[in-house]
């Protein structure tokens, strides 16, 4: 063999293994990004998860309180006649 096709052959496969050693690496790297960018998603939905939790549960305080409300209401009215039909029967 000629030293031309011999330095050829030596240079191609040299390029070949520096392509896949950098095809290797690179694949590591976005592998871990991936990573990262999972996990910061997973993240990020465990604390949305959280807040729309305290938001039901003010959601469901807020339904109880207006409940009592409607209660403490209607036994005013209830009270106030009562006094109404005292007064009257005062007189």
């Known amino acids: 063999m000629s030293e031309t096709i011999l330095a050829s052959i030596i240079s191609a496969f ?3 293994i520096v392509c ?3 095809n290797a690496v690179q694949a590591s790297a976005q592998r871990k990004q991936a990573d990262k960018t999972t996990a910061l998603i997973t ?8 807040k729309v939790g305290k938001h039901n549960e ?5 339904y109880k309180l207006e409940q009592h409300e409607a209660v403490m209401d209607e036994q005013i009215k209830v009270a106030n ?7 009257q029967a005062k007189k």
Do not use: F
């Open 81 to 87: 006649h009562r006094i109404e039909d005292l007064e």
């Open 14 to 16: 040299s390029a070949l």
């Open 58 to 62: 003010v959601i469901e305080r807020t």
């Open 20 to 22: 896949m050693i950098n």
């Open 43 to 50: 993240y990020r939905l465990e604390e949305l998860e959280k």
